[in-house]
């Protein structure tokens, strides 16, 4: 059964950083196009940043370009998202999907779930 899981999440304060673990459970997560979400309190759920199961290309929002780092460890299966620079703005539940690599990133922003539990990001200080 194809299950991903989040973690890493917490309470950090502006300026900060976290690094976003989503782990993946019944299949081999380098074959696939994996995205990055988030939704804030009272927002649409919106695309953080993607990678690219083909060639390892990598999309991010504009909103968060050079500050957060997609990236995957075949051996851990798992895709990370290196979070720096944290600002308040950045606070929301960040989720992970997949799809299957000839999906590619062009068109993450459009991804419909399944999502699951997701991960609590809070900037504050």
């Known amino acids: 059964q194809v299950h991903l899981v989040e973690s890493g999440g917490g309470l950090v304060q502006p300026g900060g950083s976290l690094r976003l673990s989503c782990a993946a459970s019944?299949?081999?997560?380098?074959?696939?196009?994996i995205g990055w979400f988030r939704q804030a309190p009272g927002k649409e759920r919106e695309g953080v940043s993607c990678?690219?199961?083909?060639?390892?290309?990598?999309y991010y929002a504009d909103s968060v370009k050079g500050r957060f780092t997609i990236s995957r460890e075949n051996a851990k299966n798992t895709v990370y998202l290196q979070m720096n620079s944290l600002k308040a703005e950045d606070t929301a539940v960040y989720y992970c999907?997949?799809?299957?690599?000839?999906?590619?990133?062009?068109?993450?922003?459009?991804?419909?779930?399944?999502w699951g539990q997701g991960t609590q990001v809070t900037v504050s200080s």
């Open positions: 999907i997949e799809r299957p690599t000839y999906y590619g990133c062009s068109n993450y922003v459009r991804w419909e779930g399944p």
């Open positions: 990678i690219s199961g083909s060639d390892g290309s990598t």
């Open positions: 019944g299949f081999t997560l380098d074959r696939y196009t």
